[in-house]
């Protein structure tokens, strides 16, 4: 709940109070000690995630880390014969989605579903990620990402742009493709 979502409950509340003290006989035999002090009242705490988007958000456990990162070298597909690409490229795509998953902090499907154009630099070289926060729908917002992040990124565009011509339709615009002919999602969903 925001802070301002917070002032507005306790002054619509306030205000329907002080209207029933004064316009109504509901109140007219109740105690004082029902009445608002507004010296008394608790300030609400300033919140330090008013616009908590921009900034890292909560981290996956080190050990989930620790141990997904060890198992990314074993990782396979589990039925070859349905895959759509090699093996080699499925798990490049899982790298970079943990690593993104580790480093910005963002939800699963914010970062399944990135565009290819997501990774940019500004002049100083410093390297922007360019997500869509559906959730409070607020689109084309931006968070810089550490070096380790962008090599991880461009490490997996080279990969994903050398199978784009067995990309089915489509499925060009994003960054983690379902590589699947028929599918009805353009892009890997959480």
Known sequence: MTTDYKRFLGSTLTGMIDYNRKNSDLFEHTSLSFSIDYDLRIPIEDN???DADDETGR???EPVIEYLFAKLPTARVSNPASAAA?????????TCYITLLRDTGRRPSEIAGLRRECLSY????????LWHNDKSRRRGRRLPVWAET???LESWFTIRDRR???M??????????TFRPR???????T
């Open 48 to 50: 330090p995630g008013a």
């Open 59 to 61: 981290a996956i456990p």
């Open 86 to 94: 090699p093996n080699d490229v499925y798990k490049a795509a899982f």
């Open 122 to 129: 500004d002049g100083t070289g410093q390297a922007t990620l």
């Open 150 to 152: 962008a090599q991880a």
């Open 164 to 166: 784009i011509a067995a």
């Open 168 to 177: 089915p339709a489509g499925q060009q615009d994003w960054l983690f493709p």
């Open 183 to 189: 599918a009805r999602d353009k892009h890997l969903k």
